[in-house]
């Protein structure tokens, strides 16, 4: 006699492969349609650390300015390149000390390793007891680049956080001669500014989420300028050296599409302490030099507007109608 369920099938059923198919083309599927999205997330993710990290740096660098009088530690006048060696005294030891800094301008001539092997930057600077954290110094996305000849900052200070002096005019009791930084216009080569001091903190950056293809990570004599030495662009502007590294591509408002086409914004860090993203109006490519690429848009009408708008924002006056 068989038993109680000797004729039964088993009760569990199979998936066919049909069915199977058809599950992993449904799961292929939202995949692609998800991606996307997180990849986006993750880019705005990285994008709000950023201004998080330079709000940060700036704050401190704010509270560092109330312990000495309102005065930030922007020594460097970004007057002569680090050839001139009476510059050395100068040089702004906010990133690293005097040391650490001399070495790194001495590895960033063609050919040196930078940074040199011993040098502690940013942990020797004047900001680490004030902020304590190393990746506070640079972008994320600055992080994430695997050959660069530094991956240690790439956060500088405008050129404008020291008082403009137009050409022909007279320097004040102990500053050094003026000298004239481009169209003939003068240098940042005056007293540092505070906040107290500037006509429109909102409007005048501090701190530049900066290009680290020009000059940050490249060094002195690869065509880099003359801005890392002092840890600030080098001339009157911040065209060509913000970063393209967050939000959306954004058009120009200056030439054509294919002269100028549409990239990526750089976080700008300004004195009243907010940041915002900010499109830099004549980006530079990875290596301008190298590939010959045209810097056509480079015009006068867009460094005199960059150029007003920063004179304003820190005198309140403009150098050609002398109401400085």
């Not at 995949?31 to 704050?59: D, V």
């Not at 460097?76 to 990133?95: C, M, Q, T, V, Y």
């Not at 002092?230 to 599409?257: L, N, W």
């Amino acid at each position: 006699m068989r038993g109680l369920g000797a004729g039964r099938r088993d009760g569990r059923s199979a998936f066919t492969l049909i069915e199977l198919l058809v599950v992993v083309a449904i799961i292929a599927l939202l995949i692609s349609i998800l991606l996307p999205s997180l990849s986006k997330a993750r880019e705005q993710a990285r994008s709000t650390l950023c201004a998080s990290r330079l709000s940060q740096l700036t704050k401190g660098l704010m509270i560092y300015s109330d312990d000495y009088n309102e005065v930030p530690p922007f020594t460097s006048r970004a007057i002569h390149g680090p050839e001139h060696e009476d510059e050395f005294d100068k040089i702004e030891e906010w990133l690293g000390s005097l040391e650490d800094m001399q070495a790194i301008i001495s590895a960033t001539n063609p050919g040196g390793d930078y940074p040199a092997a011993d040098v502690e930057v940013p942990r020797s600077g004047l900001m680490f007891n004030y902020v304590r954290f190393e990746n506070l110094y640079k972008c994320p996305e600055f992080e994430r680049q695997a050959a660069l000849r530094q991956n240690v900052f790439n956060y500088t200070r405008a050129v404008w956080c020291r008082k403009f002096r137009p050409s022909g005019g007279q320097a004040e009791a102990g500053e050094p001669e003026i000298v004239d930084r481009g169209f003939g216009l003068g240098d940042c080569g005056g007293r540092i500014m505070t906040s107290s001091s500037v006509k429109s903190p909102a409007a005048l950056p501090m701190m530049l989420d900066e290009s680290w293809q020009y000059h940050v990570a490249e060094g002195w004599g690869t065509g880099s300028g003359d801005g890392s030495w002092i840890c600030a662009d080098p001339i009157f502007d911040i065209i060509s050296e913000m970063g393209q590294y967050h939000g959306a591509k954004v058009r120009t408002a200056h030439g054509t599409e294919a002269e100028n086409p549409p990239v990526k914004s750089a976080s700008i860090a300004y004195y009243d302490g907010h940041v915002a993203l900010r499109r830099d109006p004549v980006p530079r490519g990875p290596s301008d030099s190298a590939s010959g690429r045209s810097l056509a848009m480079w015009t006068w009408q867009v460094y005199r507007e960059m150029f007003e708008e920063l004179a304003f924002a820190q005198l309140g006056g403009s150098p050609w109608t002398g109401t400085f």
